[in-house]
């Protein structure tokens, strides 16, 4: 089934782009804190630098960058209307950029007032957009690929808030709960049902439509969302009672997504546009994927004395690789086409709107995909070369930096164009309604 899009439908800018703009300041914070850690990297995955850093790229970048563009997404592509509108969107920035610092700065500083207080402002902020929007996502009565994945998504994204909550109240407050089965289940939902289920289920129409792709195979786009969240809910299931199905599930979910991202690479193989810049935003993004699929099947395997390494490896490949590089890339072709189209429906039918490429122009593209996989190069060579660390943040945090310059800059070019419209169309208002002139006669 071909997914209609219902461009008539978008929200205002002011909805979705404040969640983008977010992501991007998150990103540069993110890439600072690495780059001023001097033991950012010391093998031990539960130290307060590697906690803090985790959740500055999953709440900070990840999570605002995703609920902005389900937002957006929503009304375009499910017809459904998120309650509240803007209020709604900036009720929510401000909970989600509140509990994010608050509890970052409770994982740095070992705090356990500041980590409560984060991980409440959180539970309501997240619990609520994911409410709202799974209401709004579940209204519809027809459902394609992409669809099953934004209905199915919002309740992963509540799943995560829960489990974190869990996690909190152990941490902060000595909760008896299994830590290390609930952080199972924080990090499954979180990295498959959220981050991997939304991106690739929102692929299977954003892929053809902009790249030029053939469609996805049927029953990898049918079969998608709705394997994924049977599989972790029997992941669930399996680790409330220890049963040792929970190894086996770990494998079917890297499965799953070695089919997803094998998928998209497929379909891009065959793009009409081969040198476009999202193309190999995605394909980066989906090879990470693959990596970090292959590397968690291959753990069992793998010596002890490189544990920790695979830790970061996997989450440097899943996060940064696959979901900040996907996210950029969509952000990059999306919001320009934002802009172009609000425009198109606010001016004058003869005024001149700027094209795409006048928002966010390809050479700038091209230059922030180059220094995102620099960044990545240098993450993953961390654990070998720990003396890299700096040198890899500086760099994450600069192109972090200029996604969220070149983003201002595509709502300057928008601003400007929307005034220019606005003025010629008064000025030719006030000729027309001008009284004709009367020339003197002379005798």
Request: include cysteine; charge should be positive.
């Amino acid at each position: 089934m071909t997914t209609i899009l219902s461009f008539e439908n978008s929200p205002r800018l002011s909805v979705p782009l404040p969640f983008h703009l977010t992501a991007a300041a998150f990103g540069v914070a993110a890439g600072v804190w690495l780059a001023t850690s001097p033991q950012a990297w010391d093998g031990n995955r539960w130290s307060p630098s590697i906690l803090s850093l985790t959740h500055l790229v999953t709440l900070g970048v990840l999570g605002h960058g995703m609920v902005g563009s389900l937002l957006q997404l929503l009304p375009v592509i499910a017809g459904a209307t998120v309650a509240g509108g803007r209020t709604t969107a900036w009720a929510t920035l401000a909970g989600m950029s509140t509990g994010t610092v608050l509890l970052v700065a409770g994982l740095a500083r070992g705090t356990a007032a500041l980590l409560v207080a984060g991980g409440a402002v959180l539970i309501v902020a997240l619990l609520a957009i994911a409410s709202l929007t799974a209401a709004a996502a579940w209204r519809g009565t027809e459902a394609d690929a992409t669809r099953r994945a934004l209905r199915l998504a919002p309740l992963s994204l509540g799943a995560v808030a829960l489990l974190g909550t869990l996690l909190v109240a152990i941490m902060g407050l000595g909760a008896p709960l299994p830590l290390l089965n609930v952080l199972h289940l924080h990090v499954a939902w979180g990295a498959v049902g959220w981050v991997c289920m939304l991106i690739i289920g929102v692929g299977f129409t954003v892929v053809p439509m902009f790249q030029v792709t053939p469609p996805y195979p049927e029953q990898v786009a049918r079969s998608w969302a709705p394997v994924i969240a049977a599989t972790l809910v029997a992941l669930a299931a399996a680790l409330a009672f220890s049963s040792a199905w929970a190894a086996w599930l770990d494998a079917v979910l890297a499965l799953i997504v070695l089919g997803g991202a094998g998928s998209t690479l497929f379909v891009q193989h065959k793009s009409r546009r081969p040198h476009d810049v999202t193309r190999r935003f995605w394909q980066g993004s989906m090879m990470s994927w693959t990596l970090a699929a292959a590397l968690w099947l291959a753990r069992p395997w793998l010596p002890e004395s490189v544990e920790p390494w695979t830790h970061w490896w996997l989450g440097v490949l899943a996060l940064v690789g696959g979901g900040v590089g996907a996210l950029d890339g969509m952000l990059f072709k999306i919001v320009p086409f934002l802009c172009w189209l609000h425009l198109k429906g606010r001016l004058p039918r003869r005024s001149y709107v700027p094209t795409m490429q006048e928002f966010i122009p390809e050479k700038w593209q091209r230059a922030h995909w180059l220094a995102f996989e620099l960044s990545l190069v240098g993450l993953l060579a961390m654990p070998v070369v720990p003396a890299i660390g700096p040198h890899a943040g500086a760099v994450f945090a600069a192109q972090q930096a200029a996604l969220l310059v070149l983003l201002v800059n595509a709502l300057r070019v928008y601003a400007r164009a929307l005034a220019e419209g606005k003025a010629e169309a008064a000025a030719a208002r006030a000729l027309d309604a001008a009284p004709p002139s009367r020339s003197r006669s002379t005798t």
